[in-house]
Nanobody, 121 residues
Framework: QVQVAESGGGLVQAGGSLRLSCRVS????????FYWYRQSPGKQREMVAH???????NYADFVKGRFTISRDDDNDKGYLQMNNLKPEDTAVYYC???????????????WGQGTQVTVSS
């Protein structure tokens, strides 16, 4: 029905950059926005960034000034540009689609499988 798929992870040296992509196959749903989360081994999943209607963005303090979230509404895609990466950014990054159902309800049940980001020192 709805599928979410991330791509763009990889191995990068500290100070480097990566761009993550999130593609949503949304069926009859409407994309309200995108969330990016990350999870490191032994840690809880944490919110990294969010972009909502009208392009309003929100970032976790630990990525402000380094990461930029964006969206491409024509292609149902979200992006996370990550600059000046640090070893502590190493994690699996997940996209969560912020959807509106055909009946008008907010739906946040759909997640991608995650993409690994590894930052070496």
């Amino acid at each position: 029905q709805v599928q979410v798929a991330e791509s763009g992870g990889g191995l990068v040296q500290a100070g480097g950059s990566l761009r993550l992509s999130c593609r949503v196959s949304k069926s009859t749903f409407t994309i309200h926005g995108f969330y990016w989360y990350r999870q490191s081994p032994g840690k809880q999943r944490e919110m990294v960034a969010h972009i909502g209607s009208g392009g309003i963005t929100n970032y976790a303090d630990f990525v402000k000034g380094r990461f930029t979230i964006s969206r491409d509404d024509d292609n149902d895609k979200g992006y996370l540009q990550m600059n000046n990466l640090k070893p502590e950014d190493t994690a699996v990054y997940y996209c969560n689609a912020d959807l509106t159902s055909p009946l008008g309800y907010g739906v946040r049940d759909y997640w991608g499988q995650g993409t690994q980001v590894t930052v070496s020192s």
